[in-house]
C-alpha cells in the first residue's frame, strides 16, 4: 500500500510521546513492505531538515511545508474576535499546506490518507469539499487525544479568572470543532479504549477502534552497564504541555514538601524540553531540574521509581509504555495511567490524591513495594501488548478493511460548510 501520513510536525527526532507515535508507525508501515509519503508541518519549535528521515530507507519521502505554529498574543486575540475555529489548530492552518497535498494527489496514487491528530483533521474536509480525493483512497484519523476533554480539565482546576475564561474558551472551540470536524473520516483509531468511547460520543461513524501507541523495542533494550542510583524519583515528559506542567506544580507543592521533610536524602529528578521560567526558577531542596536530556531511556535507567502526576489530559502517556519496557515501577494517577494495561500493584502503581501518594512514596521508602517484580511485570505486559510490530500490524488490518469494496448503496460522508 501507499500510505500520505500527515503531520502537525515532523516526528523526529523521537523523543517526545507524539514524535514517537508517528515516527514508529511510519517506520513500522516501511519495515512491513509499504511505501509512506510523510507530509510534515515544519514548525520553528520542531524545525528539521529534508532529510530528518532518510535513513528509513527510500521506501519513505519526508515532504516539508514550513509554517509558523508560533503562539503569540496577538495572534491569539485576533483568532478569539475574528475567527471561530479553536487557536490551537487555526495555527495549523495554512494555504500552502494545501497546495502541496493538492499536488501529491492529483500526480501520485495513495490508498489511505492517515491525519495525525486534531490538529491536521481539517485537511481532510478541505480535500474532501474541493473533491481532490479520489475515491478510493481511504481517510483515517490518528487520534492522539480528544483535545477538548483535556482543555476542560485544565479549565476546571484554574484559579485565575481571566486564564480560566479563556481556557474554557478554547475547550468550547475545541469540542464543536472536533464534533464538526471528527466524524467525516473513513475510520478513526483511538489511542486508548476510553478515547474510542469519546469519539463514539462526538458522533464519529465506525469503524472506531482502539489501536495504541506502540514501543520499539530495539530502541528500548536496557543498558546492563546502567544502575539505578539508589533513593532516587523521577518524571520525565514535555515540559512545554500544560498538563505536564501542572502535574510537575501540584507534585512540587502537594507532596514534594512533606515528603523532603520526613526522608531528606531522596532525589527528585525532572528532564522535559521547554520548561517555562516559573519552574526552572523554583527552588525546593534535592529536586534537580535536568531540562531537555538526548536520551530519554539512559535518563530513566539512572533512577529508581517513575512518576507520572497527571491530573489533565487524554489519550495515552507513551512516556509509562516506555518506562515499562525498561522494566521500571511506575507510580502514576489513575488519568496518567489511563488506556494502559495496568494492573495496580502488578504492574504499575496507580494512586489519586496526595495523602494516596504521600502513602506510596513511604512505603517505597521503606522497601515495602517490589520495585523489581512490579517493573518486571512491566516489561513483560510491554512485549506482549505494546510492541511496536504487533501496533503497526493493527494499522494495516484497518487499512485492508478499508480499502475492501464497499456493500453496494452505502452513502459518502458530506464535508461540513
Known amino acids: 500500500m501507499h500510505i500520505l501520513q500527515l503531520c502537525p510536525r515532523v516526528p523526529f527526532p523521537p523523543h517526545d510521546g507524539g514524535a514517537i507515535a508517528m515516527y514508529d508507525v511510519a517506520a513500522g508501515l516501511v519495515r512491513a513492505g509499504h511505501r509512506v509519503t510523510l507530509l510534515a508541518i515544519n514548525t520553528p ?111 476546571k482546576r484554574e484559579a485565575n479568572p481571566l486564564k480560566q475564561f479563556m481556557l474554557r474558551v478554547m475547550a468550547n472551540r475545541l469540542e464543536k470543532f472536533e464534533r464538526e470536524y471528527l466524524t467525516y473520516f473513513d475510520a478513526v483509531a483511538a489511542i486508548t479504549e476510553d478515547d474510542a468511547q469519546r469519539l463514539r460520543a462526538l458522533g464519529c461513524p465506525e469503524p472506531v477502534v482502539f489501536i495504541p501507541a506502540g514501543a520499539d523495542l530495539e530502541r528500548l533494550q536496557p543498558d546492563p552497564g546502567l544502575r539505578a542510583k539508589p533513593r532516587t524519583l523521577f518524571m520525565i515528559g514535555s515540559l512545554d504541555w500544560l498538563p505536564n506542567q501542572e502535574g510537575v506544580e501540584w507534585l512540587l507543592r502537594e507532596v514534594w514538601p512533606t515528603f523532603h521533610a520526613e526522608f531528606p536524602d531522596v532525589e527528585l529528578h525532572l528532564a522535559g524540553r ?59 494517577t489513575s488519568l496518567g495511567a ?49 510492541d511496536n510490530g504487533r501496533v503497526v500490524q493493527r494499522f494495516i488490518g484497518l487499512y485492508e478493511r478499508l480499502l475492501q469494496p464497499a456493500p453496494a448503496g452505502t452513502p459518502a460522508h458530506s464535508p461540513p460548510a
Not at 490551537?88 to 499546506?97: C, D, G, K, Q, S
Open 45 to 155: 519549535k520542531h524545525r528539521q531538515p529534508a532529510d530528518a528521515l532518510a535513513h528509513l530507507g527510500p521506501h519513505l519521502r519526508l515532504v516539508l511545508v514550513d509554517v509558523n505554529t508560533d503562539i503569540s498574543a496577538f495572534g491569539a486575540l485576533k483568532n478569539l474576535l475574528l475567527s471561530r475555529k479553536p487557536y490551537n489548530v487555526a495555527r495549523f492552518i495554512e494555504r500552502e499546506v494545501c497546495d502541496v497535498l493538492g499536488r501529491l494527489l492529483a500526480s501520485e496514487e495513495f490508498d489511505i490518507i492517515q491525519c495525525e491528530g486534531t490538529f491536521v483533521a481539517w485537511y481532510n474536509e478541505w480535500l474532501d469539499y474541493e473533491e481532490l480525493r479520489p475515491e478510493r483512497t481511504k481517510t483515517v484519523l490518528r487520534a492522539h487525544n480528544v483535545e477538548y476533554t483535556i482543555w476542560h480539565m485544565l479549565a
Open 274 to 332: 521547554n520548561a517555562p521560567a516559573h519552574l526552572l526558577n523554583r527552588k525546593a531542596e534535592n529536586v534537580i531540574m535536568h531540562g531537555f536530556v538526548e536520551s530519554a531511556p539512559a535518563f530513566m535507567q539512572q533512577y529508581e521509581l517513575m512518576l507520572v502526576p497527571l491530573l489533565s489530559g487524554g489519550g495515552m502517556r507513551v512516556k509509562i509504555v516506555e518506562g515499562m519496557a525498561l522494566g521500571k515501577a511506575i507510580l502514576s
Open 338 to 386: 489511563e488506556g494502559i494495561v495496568a494492573h495496580n500493584d502488578e504492574n504499575l502503581l496507580v494512586r489519586d490524591g496526595a495523602a494516596a501518594w504521600l502513602d506510596a512514596l513511604r512505603a517505597w521508602y521503606r522497601g515495602e513495594i517490589d520495585v523489581r517484580s512490579i517493573g518486571a511485570a512491566a516489561a513483560r505486559t510491554a512485549s506482549d501488548v505494546y
